[in-house]
T-cell receptor, first 115, second 113 residues
Framework: GDSVTQMEGPVTLSEEAFLTINCTYT??????LFWYVQYPGEGLQLLLK?????DKGSNKGFEATYRKETTSFHLEKGSVQVSDSAVYFC??????????????FGRGTSLIVHP | ETGVTQTPRHLVMGMTNKKSLKCEQH?????MYWYKQSAKKPLELMFV???????ENNSVPSRFSPECPNSSHLFLHLHTLQPEDSALYLC????????????FGSGTRLTVV
């Protein structure tokens, strides 16, 4: 079945550092890919998405590129802020060929940014 | 009020208690979901409702009983829970089960003692 693998956390960075959170996936069809963010005490919010190969999703300075050849969707940000401290979830939806729109989530990666 | 609202935010219950979690959305969505979020584990989809009908039940123990009286409200009734049921329970909604846009509530932090 479909699955999403994220790097283990926590990721601890200083403010203004470069961020990469790795995400790879396994899917039978041609999934859409997502990054969700969960701030402390809140639910998940959609951060960005990409629906086909080579698409780049971007929002709030974060970006991720759908790489079909490496089945990856790594999250990057050039300069993180303390307010970016949260848990980040990679997810996919694979509705084609009898699949489902309901997303499959990774385990989440905690990001801690120090001043 | 907009978005997805969950109450209570925190709940502590004994193993013999009966309690209910409530979820409410005013987005006009037709699909609603219950998820369980435990530390260091992937989000677990528990139940899916579409137009008030349960369309998915992912092998959830019968001590969890969902109810969807209308498309705006979703409940999770709890009874005789175990300590391992302690987790964050998240409600989400989407336009339909055939759409991508999910909106999550802030969750109910449940502790079973």
């Amino acid at each position: 079945g479909d699955s999403v693998t994220q790097m283990e956390g926590p990721v601890t960075l200083s403010e203004e550092a470069f961020l990469t959170i790795n995400c790879t996936y396994t899917a039978t069809g041609y999934p859409s890919l997502f990054w969700y963010v969960q701030y402390p005490g809140e639910g998940l919010q959609l951060l960005l998405k990409a629906t086909k190969a080579d698409d780049k999703g971007s929002n709030k300075g974060f970006e991720a590129t759908y790489r079909k050849e490496t089945t990856s969707f790594h999250l990057e940000k050039g300069s993180v802020q303390v307010s970016d401290s949260a848990v980040y979830f990679c997810a996919l939806s694979d509705p084609g060929t009898g699949g489902s729109y309901i997303p499959t989530f990774g385990r989440g990666t905690s990001l801690i940014v120090h001043p | 009020e907009t978005g997805v609202t969950q109450t209570p935010r925190h709940l502590v219950m004994g193993m013999t208690n009966k309690k209910s979690l409530k979820c409410e959305q005013h987005l006009g969505h037709n699909a609603m979901y219950w998820y369980k979020q435990s530390a260091k584990k992937p989000l677990e989809l528990m139940f899916v409702y579409s137009l008030e009908e349960r369309v998915e039940n992912n092998s959830v123990p019968s001590r969890f009983s969902p109810e969807c009286p209308n498309s705006s409200h979703l409940f999770l009734h709890l009874h005789t829970l175990q300590p391992e049921d302690s987790a964050l329970y998240l409600c989400a909604s989407s336009q339909s089960t055939d759409s991508y846009g999910y909106t999550f509530g802030s969750g109910t932090r449940l502790t079973v003692v």
